[in-house]
């Protein structure tokens, strides 16, 4: 019913930055919460930002707080995800989800294939 696909992921150094999209389609997007989870190997995945569905409110890990900011544009059916800062702990592949608010992967139906991040040091 939803279709999600990321990009954006890449290559950085400590202290650079990353821009992430994830565009949607078959969907009505303001009907979703969006959210970015990641992945690192051998680590479950975690919650990292959602932004809830027309008013945009929005929730941080606390391990990205200040330097992570979620946006979403409706118009465009896009989720973003601004990354300043990074540190080598950001590198995982990184996944966007649509469904209900919440900060578990259970709370969230649809989601895309992920993109890589890796940060150097």
């Known amino acids: 019913q939803v279709q999600l696909v990321e990009s954006g992921g890449g290559l950085a150094q400590a202290g650079g930055s990353l821009s992430l999209s994830c565009a949607a389609s078959g969907g009505t997007f303001s009907s979703y919460s969006m959210a970015w989870f990641r992945q690192a190997p051998g680590k479950e995945r975690e919650f990292v930002a959602n932004?809830?569905?027309?008013?945009?409110?929005?929730y941080y890990a606390d391990s990205v707080k200040d330097r992570f900011t979620i946006s979403r544009n409706n118009a465009k059916n896009t989720v973003y995800l601004q990354m300043n800062s990074l540190k080598p702990e950001d590198t995982a592949v990184y996944y966007c989800a649509a469904g209900a608010f919440g900060r578990r992967p259970l709370d969230y139906n649809y989601w895309g294939q992920g993109t890589q991040v890796t940060v150097s040091s």
């Open positions: 932004i809830t569905r027309i008013l945009g409110s929005t």
